[in-house]
């Protein structure tokens, strides 16, 4: 079920092996911390598939990160590293 949704939100990633069917998008409502989804403009975890994941979770945000794909903390560090500062600053 985890690969179908993958395949709907347009990537080309596929799970093998023990966790090609494992899907715990169920269990996303039952996180009790706000939780902070990035990925990149290009990544295989496409923009669409984290918002979807975000709404999903209760108190969840999306960061999609310009010019980067999976390796956005890599990629395209000068913007990455301030959203998470950012995110962790309101918890201190």
């Keep these: 079920m985890y690969q179908l949704k993958l395949v709907a939100f347009g990537t080309e990633f596929n799970a093998t ?15 009790k911390v706000p939780a902070l989804y990035t990925c990149g403009e290009y990544d295989e ?3 669409k ?9 209760p108190d969840a945000e999306v960061k999609v990160i310009p010019e980067a794909s999976h390796t956005a903390f890599l990629e395209n560090r000068k913007l990455y590293m301030p959203i998470l500062r950012e995110f962790f ?3 201190e």
């Design 49 to 57: 598939a984290n918002k979807h994941f975000a709404s999903l979770t």
């Design 45 to 47: 975890s496409t923009p």
């Design 17 to 31: 092996g023990k966790l090609k069917n494992y899907d715990a998008s169920d269990r996303l409502s039952r996180i």
């Design 89 to 91: 600053a309101r918890f």
